[in-house]
C-alpha cells in the first residue's frame, strides 16, 4: 500500500441500515433519513399516516397506570421500584427482548434465533393486546397519545403512551411521497416546479405492492444477523464446518420467509429494487441510491438461500428476455434494467482472481525486500496460498485483503468503516486458517509460539517494551505508533516486527466494534503490510517453505 496518499472522510453511522435492527424507534428513523439526505420530520410522518399514505410498522402502547407507577417510581425520594400487575407482563417481557434480541449472551438471543424478531414472536403467541399494526387502526392525533404522569414542582408532567416504530426501508416510500408531492412557487417569475404540479390530488406510493416483500427481507436479514453473531462467537474453531450449519439454518429461515410468493413474484421486486437503485443513482441521491444496494443484496442473498440458484441464474431472471440486449424495458409497470445486477455485484470468485491475487504475488515480493537472504520465502508460495484461501466458502482472508484496499483506492464512502472491517477479518482469519496449519487449538499467540523458535518469539515481545492488548482506541492507537516507530524491533527477519502489529490488532479489533478511530495513512498501511506479511509467515512454516 502507498504511504502518499491521505484519504479522510466524516461518516454517519447512522445513515447505514443495519440488518440486525429491522425496527427503530420513530426518533432513530427520522435521524436515519436526515443522514440520508431523506427529508421528514415527526409532523410529516405524522401527516403521512392521518392521509393513509405511510403508517409505522408497529405501535406499542403503555396503559396509563404503567407509566404513572414509573413515573413515581423515577422521582421518589427512595428510588424504589414499583409494582407490575400481570396483565402488563407480556408488555414488559417484550421490552426485554426489543432489549436484548442482539445480545449473544441473553436469552433473548437465542429466542430469536429459533423465533424470530420480538414482534413475529408476539403475533405467534397471540399477545398483541400492547402492540398494533397501525395501518389497521383508526387514526389518532399523536398529541393524543401524552397523558399525565404526575407532578413536579406544582408542573403537570406528561408522558407517551405510544411508542413507533419504523422499518428503514420505508425510507424509500417517504423519498417518492416527498417527491410526488412537493412542489415550488418562484413568486419572481409566477412559476412552479415539481413532480405535482399538474395534478392537485395527493399522490400515493407505488411501492405499496411491494410492503410485503420488504417486510419479510428486512426479517430474514435479522435472523441472518443472529446466525452470524452466534457462527462468530461459536464456530471459530471449525471455520468450515460452523459454516456450514449456520448456512443451513438460514435456508431453512429463508425458506419459510420466501413460500408466500412464487419465485416470479420475487423476481419482480427485484427489479424494482434496482429501479429504486438507479433512479436515485441518477438523481444524484448517492446515499440512497447505497441504502438501495444493500437492499438488493440482502434480496439476492435471500433468494439463494431460499432457492439454492446460482447467483448468474438470478441475474438471468431479472433480465429476462432482454438478456444480453442492449435495450431497456418494463414488465407489469415495473423497469429492467438487463445486465445491471451483475455490474452491482460482479462474481466474488472472479474478483478476487482478478484483483487480489496479483495483490499477494506484490506483498511477497515486498516482504521478500525487507528479509534477510535466508528468511526469504519463495514467490511461488503467493499463487499457492491463494488457491487455498479461495476455496475458504465465504473467501474470508481474500476478501478481507480486497475490502481493505478497494476501501483504501476508491476513496468509497464509509472507507474507514469498510477498512476496519477488513482489518478485523484479516486478523480473525490469520487466527483461524493458522490453527488448522500449525495444529494449535491456541490464540494467536500460541500460533506463534509453536511457528518459531520459543526463545526467539519471547525475545521479539520483550524488544516491544508495550503490552499488546489496548481497551481504548486511543491506547491502540498510541501503541501501534511505537510499535512502528521502533528501531529496536526486527524488520528482518520472519519472526518480526508484524507479528506484533498483528497480536496488537487482533487483541484489540475483535472487542472494541465501532470504537475505532480514523487512522493516517501510515498507521492504515502499517496495520495491512503486518497481516499480510503475518499470513505469509504463518502460511510459509505450514508449508515447511
Not at 408522558?159 to 419504523?166: F, H, P, Q, S, V
Request: charge should be positive.
Amino acid at each position: 500500500m502507498s504511504y502518499n496518499k491521505n484519504i479522510s472522510i466524516n461518516i454517519r453511522n447512522d445513515a447505514q441500515s443495519r440488518k440486525g435492527f429491522p425496527y427503530v424507534e420513530h426518533t432513530k428513523f427520522i435521524k436515519y433519513c436526515t443522514a440520508n439526505k431523506v427529508s421528514v420530520n415527526e409532523y410529516m410522518l405524522e401527516a403521512y399516516e392521518k392521509k393513509g399514505l405511510l403508517y409505522p410498522c408497529r405501535r406499542l402502547l403503555y396503559p396509563r397506570e404503567l407509566l404513572k407507577r414509573a413515573f413515581r417510581a423515577r422521582h421518589s425520594f427512595r428510588r424504589e421500584g414499583y409494582k407490575i400487575r400481570g396483565e402488563w407482563k407480556p408488555l414488559i417481557d417484550l421490552e426485554k427482548l426489543l432489549e436484548t434480541c442482539n445480545n449473544f449472551m441473553d436469552e433473548g438471543f437465542k429466542k430469536a434465533m429459533v423465533e424470530g424478531h420480538p414482534f413475529e414472536q408476539m403475533h405467534i403467541n397471540r399477545e398483541d393486546i400492547y402492540v398494533f399494526d397501525p395501518a389497521k387502526q383508526p387514526f389518532k392525533a399523536w398529541k393524543r397519545y401524552k397523558v399525565i404522569v404526575g407532578e413536579i414542582s406544582e408542573t403537570k408532567m406528561k408522558d407517551n403512551r405510544a411508542k413507533l416504530y419504523y422499518s428503514s426501508w420505508k425510507i424509500f416510500f417517504v423519498h417518492e411521497l416527498n417527491r410526488e408531492n412537493t412542489d415550488t412557487y418562484n413568486r419572481a417569475t409566477e412559476t412552479r416546479r415539481g413532480w405535482g404540479i399538474f395534478n392537485a390530488r395527493i399522490i400515493e406510493s407505488k411501492l405499496d405492492e411491494f410492503i410485503p416483500f420488504f417486510e419479510k427481507i428486512s426479517l430474514f436479514s435479522f435472523r441472518w444477523s443472529l446466525y452470524d453473531s452466534d457462527y462468530y462467537y461459536r464456530n471459530r474453531s471449525d471455520t468450515q464446518e460452523g459454516w456450514a450449519v449456520s448456512a443451513e439454518k438460514l435456508k431453512h429461515v429463508a425458506r419459510f420467509y420466501f413460500k408466500d410468493f412464487s419465485y416470479k413474484k420475487w423476481i419482480h421486486f427485484l427489479r424494482k429494487l434496482i429501479e429504486i437503485h438507479e433512479n436515485t443513482r441518477e438523481a444524484e441521491k448517492i446515499l440512497l441510491s447505497l441504502e438501495a444496494k444493500s437492499y438488493i443484496a440482502r434480496t439476492v442473498r435471500f433468494l439463494r438461500y431460499a432457492t439454492d440458484y446460482e447467483f448468474q441464474k438470478i441475474c438471468d431472471d431479472v433480465s429476462g428476455t432482454l438478456k444480453n440486449s442492449r435495450s431497456q424495458g418494463s414488465e407489469d409497470g415495473v423497469d429492467i434494467h438487463q445486465g445491471r445486477l451483475e455490474a452491482l455485484f460482479a462474481d466474488e470468485k472472479w474478483d478476487l482472481e482478478k484483483n487480489v491475487s496479483w495483490m499477494l504475488e506484490d506483498n511477497l515480493k515486498a516482504l521478500n525486500k525487507s528479509l534477510e537472504e535466508e528468511e526469504r520465502i519463495t514467490e511461488s508460495l503467493a499463487g499457492q496460498l491463494f488457491s487455498e484461501l479461495v476455496e475458504e466458502p465465504q473467501f474470508t482472508a481474500l476478501a478481507a485483503i480486497r475490502k481493505i484496499n478497494k476501501a483504501y483506492w476508491d476513496q468509497e464512502l464509509w472507507c474507514e468503516n469498510d477498512i476496519w472491517s477488513g482489518i478485523t477479518d484479516l486478523a480473525v482469519s490469520i487466527e483461524d486458517h493458522g490453527k488448522t496449519w500449525i495444529g494449535e487449538n491456541k490464540r494467536l499467540e500460541g500460533i506463534f509460539s509453536r511457528s518459531f523458535d520459543l526463545r526467539q518469539f519471547s525475545n521479539l515481545k520483550q524488544s516491544a517494551s508495550v503490552g499488546l492488548t489496548a481497551k481504548t482506541a486511543d491506547e491502540f492507537i498510541q501503541k501501534l505508533k511505537l510499535l512502528l516507530q521502533s528501531k529496536k524491533i526486527p524488520e528482518n527477519k520472519r519472526c518480526g516486527k508484524h507479528l506484533l502489529i498483528t497480536l496488537l490488532t487482533r487483541n484489540f479489533s475483535t472487542h472494541n466494534m465501532g470504537g475505532f478511530k480514523i487512522l493516517s495513512q501510515e498507521e492504515r498501511s502499517g496495520i495491512y503490510i503486518a497481516l499480510v506479511r503475518t499470513l505469509f509467515v504463518v502460511y510459509a512454516k505450514h508449508k515447511n517453505v
